[in-house]
């Protein structure tokens, strides 16, 4: 493979500094992390082991629901299903920067998405709509949520108690709030409008028919076919 | 099929819920490298894009508490009159609290 069919060069300068404008939001991921260490041994995890799954597995809603499913025996495909379809979301997610990815050597590409996850991703995926190519954020803003979901999950498995409840500081809705100000502060065009319209719409509608944790795929595909048949009418 | 919660079983749940999720940070990727980027298909992934958002943040406003649909609602009002991410986010997690410590 020659160099140039791979044009995206990964700048570390820029990758250290999407590390530290993604550090304000990791603060709250900490608060995550140590919520959900404090399930986890609860459920009889060690600390090891809780760490361990914060280390490799890296996708909190997916990690609070197979606690939630721990006894003394788990059972191993309602645990698959689960993960996978809390986790869904990613294939939509990585398939939305494939553009860009498509770009970076298959190394990198894939070495990239192993720390993928809503924060970054929202944030790459905001500026690829105003035309502004950002990969070093999934590496340094990635690396920046992992840290903070490590330290958090450390904390909650050794000194748990001290958060007893994140709720009532509002900490659990921080994600919500974030993911939510990307969406405003990208793109609204009529086109946009109607797509999160027909996303909002099938998203309740799977949230209250479909079987739980399916909602977030079933919206997103719908806003996605809005836009498959009603394309952005090119500058002339 | 089970597992025991044994040390070697948890470290074989483990695994399988890493694999899991690794096979969907990279499934999409590696699907799409047999699709070729038409307009429509870049379209498609341009509104399915912004949709996940709104499709993992409409749910939590309707099945949410007031405190959880005061923080949104906050952060949205503030994002469309700032224009600034922290700002907004801030003033929603405040909203949220305050919700909850005042019903």
């Not at chain 1, 459920?43 to 197979?66: C, D, I, N, R």
């Not at chain 1, 050794?158 to 659990?172: A, E, K, N, V």
């Not at chain 1, 793109?187 to 109607?194: D, N």
């Amino acid at each position: 493979m020659s160099v140039a069919s791979y044009p995206y060069q990964l700048q570390p300068a820029k990758v250290r500094l999407e590390f530290v404008r993604l550090l304000p939001i990791s603060l709250f991921v900490v608060a995550f992390g140590a919520a959900f260490g404090l399930a986890a041994i609860q459920k009889g995890l060690e600390p090891l082991q809780a760490l361990l799954m914060s280390a490799t597995v890296f996708a909190g809603a997916s990690q609070f629901a197979a606690v939630d499913m721990w006894g003394a025996q788990v059972s191993v495909l309602p645990l698959i299903a689960v993960v996978f379809a809390i986790n869904s979301r990613h294939l939509l997610m990585g398939a939305s920067l494939y553009p860009m990815l498509k770009e970076l050597p298959p190394r990198q590409r894939y070495g990239v998405l192993l720390l993928l996850t809503d924060a970054n991703w929202a944030v790459s995926a905001q500026e690829y709509q105003s035309g502004r190519r950002n990969l070093e954020v999934i590496l340094g803003g990635g690396l920046a949520l992992w840290l903070a979901w490590m330290i958090g999950t450390l904390m909650g498995v050794y000194f748990g108690r001290l958060l007893q409840d994140p709720q009532s500081l509002g900490l659990d809705m921080v994600l919500g709030c974030f993911l939510l100000a990307m969406a405003l502060g990208g793109k609204k065009s009529p086109r946009i409008l109607v797509a999160w319209a027909v996303a909002a719409a099938a998203a309740l509608a799977a949230y209250w028919y479909l079987p739980p944790h399916t909602h977030v795929v079933v919206g997103a595909l719908a806003g996605g076919v809005v836009g498959l048949f009603w394309l952005e009418k090119k500058p002339v | 099929m089970t597992i025991e919660t044994t040390t070697s079983g948890i470290l074989l749940l483990i695994a399988i819920m890493t694999v899991v999720t690794l096979a969907t940070r990279y499934g999409g990727v590696f699907a799409m490298s047999f699709v070729r980027i038409s307009p429509r298909v870049e379209s498609f992934i341009n509104t399915m894009a912004s949709s996940v958002l709104i499709a993992i943040v409409v749910p939590m406003a309707f099945d949410g508490d007031a405190g959880a649909r005061a923080a949104l609602l906050v952060t949205a009002v503030t994002m469309l009159v700032l224009r600034k991410p922290l700002p907004s986010i801030a003033a929603g997690i405040a909203a949220a609290a305050a919700v909850r410590y005042l019903f």
